[in-house]
């Protein structure tokens, strides 16, 4: 039986022997970084620098609520804005594994730069065994290359540590929950954001569509379903297609937005959620009235294997 309260104790103490020096963190605010960023600042304290960073493919109102987070859980942490840089370097990009791998590298390549301006020589992720095991090396295969993994460059200059490396998300729940943070039961968000829930090219306007539709679907799920009965993940994915429709009396020819939820444990394996067709009359309903360049919306009835929870 897991124990987080013993794992903490335990990863404490081997921090403190294995960081000399000063580190940073990239934290997305999600459950995994969070619990990272807290174990390893109960071992090095003030020598942490949480570090957030604005891709511009994060969910709606989600820079504001990380820092939220981070000022509650007493971090010394940098809010960077990099949106710009991030979507230009994924200009016609349509690859998935090229997204995840220029992700990744962008993301090295901001943080060794705030760790030389913050004297750190350590950079500390919250990647955990289903990350890893994905991302493929040795006898395993590579189903899809995780940013924190697979974006890795082989000259890094700073030294990785990763405190949750072989802890799999339901562990990680009970540590956060044991740790009193706030985010414990909240939704995976992968760390590539909405790049990768735009199949195809990213630009502005896709991003702003598939933006509003995942704030959609969360809001409806969240007030149809109590915390125990909502699915594990719930999403929306902008397909790279579009159909023809009717807005009004008028002949319409727009996107199409697919809704994945699914039923998982360790996100290792997952189920397709059966959700109440009233709740998905209601986010169909919502999504092609409020986001008037969408005029079809599918539902992903796929388990995992064969499909993954995200498309890409």
Known sequence: ???????????????????????IIACSGGVDSTVAAKIVEMAIHENLLVVFVDTGFMRKNEAERVEKIFKNLGFNYRILDSKEDFLSSLRN???PEKKRKIIGAKFIEIFEKVAKEFRAEYLVQGTIAPDWIE???????????????????EEMKLKLVEPLRDLYKDEVRKIARYLGIENAERQPFPGPGLAIRILGE?????????????????EEVENFYDFDSRPWQYFAVLLP???????GDKRAY????????????????????????????RIA????TEIKKVNRVVYDITNKPPGTIEWE
Do not use: C, Q, W
């Open 254 to 281: 727009g996107f199409t937005i697919a809704i994945r939820m699914v039923e998982s444990l360790d996100g290792m394996t997952a189920a397709y959620f059966k959700p109440s067709y009233e709740l998905l009359d």
């Open 93 to 95: 990009v349509v690859d």
């Open 135 to 153: 991302s493929g090396g040795g006898l395993r295969d590579t189903i899809k290359s995780h940013h924190n993994v697979g974006g890795l460059p």
């Open 241 to 247: 297609i579009r159909s023809v429709g009717v807005h």
């Open 1 to 23: 039986m897991f124990n987080p309260e013993t794992f903490i104790e335990e990863k404490v103490k081997e921090l403190r022997e294995e960081i000399k020096g000063k580190a």
């Open 285 to 288: 309903t919502r999504i092609t």
């Open 202 to 218: 990213i630009d502005d306007e896709k991003l702003e569509i598939v933006r509003e539709a995942n704030a959609i679907v969360e």
